[in-house]
């Protein structure tokens, strides 16, 4: 069954380093979503793409994130200079039409130290 | 922002009955609702949908109900099984106009053999 993959499974990083967060989405689907969630709180939205550009985003998606799709399997976050309040799992989804299911990967932990 | 509420933050049930797992929402904009069921160190994993077209969605052992007026939809699992144990998310998004999912803070179900 084709799944949503994700790399690194934790990701430890010292506050102001740039992180490189990486995802492989289902191979026919067409809309990528990235998702966090801190430790006890609600699975947050943070971002939308379709047709390698940006469909919409979170108050929590500011200038220190940027998502890509570097070719045709992957799909990246970025963050530019972590802060400590950036430490959450972030979880990458994919569908493959608007407005159907996502299915999720499962998760990069985020450690900012 | 609480748009999506589930406000039972766990709930025990007997294997074999039937376990009732409930989310109401506020934003009448969200015509799609669906359940995950996530396990520890895991991705959020699809189990059902509905959409506000309909009042029922069975699949097996999970039905959802959707009660528009009331704003309330719930998951029922029936028979309830041990491996059923996991923290379950209700999750909405409006078809038009906003593909995000808007999660419920998850109620953490134990099903006790």
């Known amino acids: 069954e084709p799944e949503v993959t994700q790399t690194p499974s934790h990701q430890v990083t010292q506050m102001g380093q740039e992180v490189i967060l990486r995802c492989v989405p289902i191979?026919?689907?067409?809309?990528f979503y990235w998702y966090r969630q801190i430790l006890g709180q609600k699975v947050e939205f943070l971002v939308s793409f379709y047709n390698n550009e940006i469909s919409e985003k979170s108050e929590i998606f500011d200038d220190q994130f940027s998502v890509e799709r570097p070719d045709g399997s992957n799909f990246t976050l970025k963050i530019r200079s972590t802060k400590l309040e950036d430490s959450a799992m972030y979880f990458c989804?994919?569908?493959?039409?608007?407005?159907?299911?996502?299915?999720f990967g499962p998760g990069t932990r985020l450690t900012v130290l | 922002d609480q748009q999506v509420k589930q406000n039972s933050p766990s709930l025990s049930v007997q294997e074999g009955r039937i376990s009732i797992l409930n989310c109401d929402y506020t934003n009448s904009m969200f015509d799609y609702f669906l359940w995950y069921k996530k396990y520890p160190a895991e991705g959020p994993t699809f189990l059902i949908s509905i959409s506000s077209i309909k009042d029922k969605n069975e699949d097996g052992r999970f039905t959802v109900f959707l009660n528009k007026s009331a704003k309330h939809l719930s998951l029922h699992i029936v028979p309830s099984q041990p491996g059923d144990s996991a923290v379950y998310f209700c999750a909405a998004s409006a078809l038009w106009g906003s593909e995000k999912l808007v999660f419920g803070k998850g109620t953490k179900l134990t099903v006790n053999p």
């Open positions: 191979s026919n689907h067409l809309y």
């Open positions: 989804a994919s569908s493959d039409r608007e407005g159907d299911e996502q299915f």
